[in-house]
């Protein structure tokens, strides 16, 4: 890549666009680690009873959850790793993400309530019930609920993971080639890719695990709405200490915070030891269609003749019907399938609160446009070996627990004097932008074909008229997706926009999760799906922004245009 010719701006440039990322997430962490460090607040965390059955809870809805999201992964991965296959899978999960987590659960509660859409479908048949039944369906002691939402939640991000690598054209000639020998060597399709692609996959995915094993054990928002209370979650009690007023409970919650991240790193460390030990290299050395790898490939042929894709996706659809149709509904008694009559009067008020809407749609887009606009000219600045050293930095926000990110956020704004500002909320959506919109345009940076610039130059034109004519068109679909990713991203954002805002400024996903533990259910069921339809209408933008162009064709006879 061609860089600017001055040896002082090849420094200075990227220099300070390292400062403006790195100050501001090293001064959080480093908070965040000052304020655990009170040794009252640990005692009171040890001694506190609700301390062990809400970190056995984390650890069952966190680890199992990642689990599932893991496997359904790996075996739908499997199941359609044929080239054109394996695109379209990919390809379909971009509206899958563009749900979010949030919305997702609000979507799961007016499905799965004891008055929810799917008891009143079955009571005149099966159930008989006249009145809503007393089960735990949704905030069930087991975590059953939560789990069910992060799995379906984290499976597509970590197909779309997983495609950023299998897609990429070496890539996938060079696996197509190894595929091909494996099966002159006696094994079968299934068993050839867990034997040769998903051991080459898994390492690579380990930062998207990492951060799918690091937020289902520290989810606040979705827990909040979905998840069991008695015991709740450890996050959700950590989240209560801090909010708390008494400086001895915000102590405590501290504490809880960093015991949460010590978790997540045993695990992570446990996961690491697991994959690099010789047992689980033996499996890949074994027989054709032996051991465990065998399962694996059976689990895969099964996921592909069943139709677990198109319940999946059914899920998703049903989640999505329940939000739009619970957020017009009027009077409705149990066990009436319909309501007594439909009401817009939810969304009449959603439309009247203009400073939430606008809120949202400042920060999402302003955070997301600086973020794209950062992370642009950071990969045609930055040398390699600091975009390198950088990575892990800047992935912060990405990897560590979503409450540890939130109090460091609060000690820098406090520190700052920009707690409870509209500065403060942005730099917080902006910090969560960065690592997402990075990670989106590297991949595509890094498979850009250098030779094009290079011709360019040869014919004398100059390094930002080979970007503006020549590269950034050709990345013009990878940069819409990289600017409505990191919108997304700002919409969901529940912790931050609280707690740094000191309660000050409303979004939709707050006012979601707020609505969720009261009885106004059109109108959560309303601002969860603005929650959904934000991203979504963005997402759809940039397909349409980065679909391929026509170009004219010259007509050599007539000397006019012809299309």
């Not at 390809?91 to 993400?97: N, T």
């Not at 540890?404 to 932008?433: F, I, K, P, R, Y």
């Amino acid at each position: 890549m061609a860089r600017p010719g001055n040896t002082a701006n090849r420094q200075v440039l990227p220099g300070v666009l390292l400062c403006l990322l790195a100050i501001p997430l090293a001064w959080s962490l480093g908070h965040a680690v000052l304020a655990g460090a009170s040794l009252q607040g640990w005692q009171a965390l040890l001694a506190d009873r609700q301390t062990l059955p809400a970190l056995g809870m984390s650890l069952w809805t966190g680890l199992a959850s990642a689990l599932i999201a893991t496997l359904a992964c790996a075996g739908l991965l499997c199941a359609y790793s044929q080239g054109p296959a394996l695109e379209r899978l990919v390809r379909r999960q971009g509206w899958l993400l563009a749900v979010p987590h949030a919305a997702f659960a609000v979507g799961m509660l007016l499905l799965l309530a004891p008055s929810g859409w799917l008891l009143r479908l079955l009571s005149p048949w099966a159930t008989g019930f006249a009145a809503p039944p007393p089960w735990p369906t949704t905030q069930d002691p087991w975590g059953l609920g939560l789990i069910a939402v992060l799995a379906l939640k984290e499976t597509p991000f970590l197909i779309w993971a997983a495609g950023a690598y299998l897609l990429q054209p070496d890539v996938a000639q060079r696996l197509r080639g190894e595929l091909k020998v494996a099966a002159t060597l006696g094994y079968t399709p299934g068993s050839a890719w867990w034997r040769i692609v998903w051991p080459q996959l898994l390492p690579r995915l380990a930062a998207p695990l990492l951060a799918v094993l690091a937020y289902s054990l520290t989810v606040v928002d979705v827990a909040q709405i979905i998840g069991p209370t008695s015991p709740p979650s450890l996050a959700l009690l950590a989240w209560q200490w801090l909010r708390d007023a008494d400086p001895a409970d915000n102590a405590q919650g501290a504490a809880a915070v960093w015991l949460l991240a010590l978790v997540v790193t045993a695990c992570a460390g446990l996961a690491w030891a697991l994959m690099h030990a010789p047992a689980w290299r033996s499996r890949c050395t074994q027989g054709p269609d032996a051991g465990l790898l065998s399962h694996g490939a059976g689990f895969a042929a099964r996921v592909k003749r069943s139709p677990t894709t198109v319940i999946a996706v059914g899920i998703y659809l049903a989640v999505l019907l329940a939000l739009l149709a619970g957020s017009v509904t009027g009077p409705w008694p149990f066990p009436d399938l319909l309501p007594e009559r439909w009401n817009a009067g939810a969304w009449t008020s959603v439309l009247a609160s203009h400073d939430t809407l606008a809120t949202t749609l400042w920060l999402a887009l302003t955070s997301a446009g600086v973020a794209l606009a950062w992370s642009v000219a950071w990969l045609e600045l930055a040398p390699p070996t600091w975009q390198l050293r950088l990575q892990a930095l800047a992935m912060g926000p990405l990897l560590l627990p979503a409450l540890l990110w939130t109090l460091g956020l609060h000690q820098l704004t406090l520190a700052w004097g920009l707690d409870g500002s509209a500065a403060g909320v942005w730099l917080a959506h902006w910090l969560a932008c960065v690592p997402y919109v990075l990670l989106t345009l590297h991949g595509p940076y890094a498979g850009f074909d250098q030779r094009l610039t290079a011709v360019a130059a040869t014919l004398g034109h100059s390094r930002w008229h080979s970007l503006w004519r020549i590269k950034w068109p050709l990345l013009r679909a990878s940069l819409a997706s990289a600017f409505a990713v990191g919108f997304s991203v700002s919409v969901v954002q529940y912790l931050p926009t609280l707690y740094v805002g000191t309660g000050r400024f409303a979004t939709v996903t707050t006012e979601a999760v707020a609505l969720a533990s009261g009885g106004q259910r059109n109108l959560m069921a309303a601002f969860a799906w603005l929650q959904w339809l934000l991203p979504a209408a963005v997402f759809a933008w940039a397909a349409w922004f980065g679909r391929p162009r026509r170009f004219a064709k010259p007509n050599t006879q007539l000397g006019t245009i012809r299309p």
